[in-house]
């Protein structure tokens, strides 16, 4: 099982599009094989830190994942709201 956290700094005035978006992302990826989990979290204490929350099948599922195309098409959007470069941590499962 793989984790993915990927997590975003946007931009103040710019939280509501990226939700938007995100939510085209979240609604097809749900659908894909090897998807066990998907999901958009904001932090408590910040509201412009966004971040994607995933749970897949197997590291093959998450590349084919990087492949389609709502990925392909809506990730350099999201890209474009954020303030800062983000962070990405892929976890593979130990226990």
């Not at 984790?3 to 946007?10: A, E, G, L, P």
């Not at 749970?55 to 999201?78: D, G, Q, R």
């Amino acid at each position: 099982m793989i984790k993915v956290v990927s997590k975003h700094y946007v931009k103040e005035n710019k939280i509501q599009e990226f939700v938007e978006n995100a939510a085209r992302m979240v609604e097809a990826t749900r659908k894909e094989e090897g998807c066990i989990s998907y999901g958009l979290f904001q932090d408590d204490n910040d509201p412009k830190i966004l971040t994607f929350i995933e749970e897949w099948e197997s590291k093959e599922a998450l590349e084919k994942h990087k492949t389609t195309e709502h990925f392909t098409n809506i990730v350099p959007i999201l890209k474009k709201l954020d303030e800062k470069p983000g962070e990405l941590n892929i976890y593979n499962q130990v226990l």
